[in-house]
């Protein structure tokens, strides 16, 4: 039940804490991988004697998925949630907006944080905590994405001063919002996220 409770905020992707509760969910996953191959071989030297037997085969496979689940474990522990106060003074400001929290988006060259994301029409922008963020490496690289995907006029800024970016929440309220269809660019975001 409490661990229930402990995934039931935060664990669907776009939502507040979703990378800290998914850190939390990809240690546990593989730790218990890693205890069932190590329980199994155990088991199988115990029964034997000897390291030569068939649950030894099953523990090795069993290393495969846990191993797996290792490096998506490494992936979002480089990554941290949205500072909270960081999350109430947005929240003040984006009543009636689609937003998205805690996006990673991945490259080949460089991996982009995002702590939040404001969708209005086809004007996407974000706040990110990484004061050095790269900007214009981002604008490219989601920009293909949006206009592979049929977003071509989509427009993106991602801003690193919290008051700036609330400023412009509250300008994004006031857009008309019915000529793009929101929740399709939310949906690509989402889609090519970590």
């Known amino acids: 039940m409490q661990l229930k ?22 240690i546990m996953r593989t730790v218990l991988y890693f205890a069932i191959s190590i329980s199994l071989f155990a088991a ?4 034997t ?34 500072s909270d106060e960081t999350a109430a003074e947005i929240e003040q400001h984006i009543q009636g907006l689609d937003c998205l929290y805690d996006t990673v988006f991945t490259s080949y060259k460089k991996n982009y944080m995002v ?22 490496e981002f604008y490219k690289h989601i920009g293909d994405i949006l206009k592979m ?18 400023e412009r929440l509250e300008q994004m309220k006031n857009l008309a919002s019915d000529e793009v269809p929101t929740q399709a660019i939310i949906a690509t975001l989402k889609s090519v996220s970590l």
């Open 115 to 136: 702590s939040h994301l404001a969708v209005c029409g086809n004007t996407v922008c974000g706040f990110s905590e990484d004061s050095a963020f790269p900007e214009n």
């Open 49 to 82: 004697g000897s390291r030569a037997n068939l649950l030894s085969i099953v523990a090795i496979l069993g290393c495969l998925p846990a191993s797996k689940s290792t490096v998506g474990a490494i992936m979002f522990l480089r990554f941290k949630s949205c």
């Open 149 to 166: 995907d049929g977003h071509k006029n989509a427009t993106v800024k991602i801003f690193t001063n919290l008051s700036k970016y609330t």
């Open 44 to 47: 199988g030297y115990l029964q």
């Open 5 to 26: 409770r402990m995934f039931s905020t935060g664990s669907v992707k776009g939502t507040k804490n979703y990378l800290d509760t998914q850190k939390k969910y990809e």
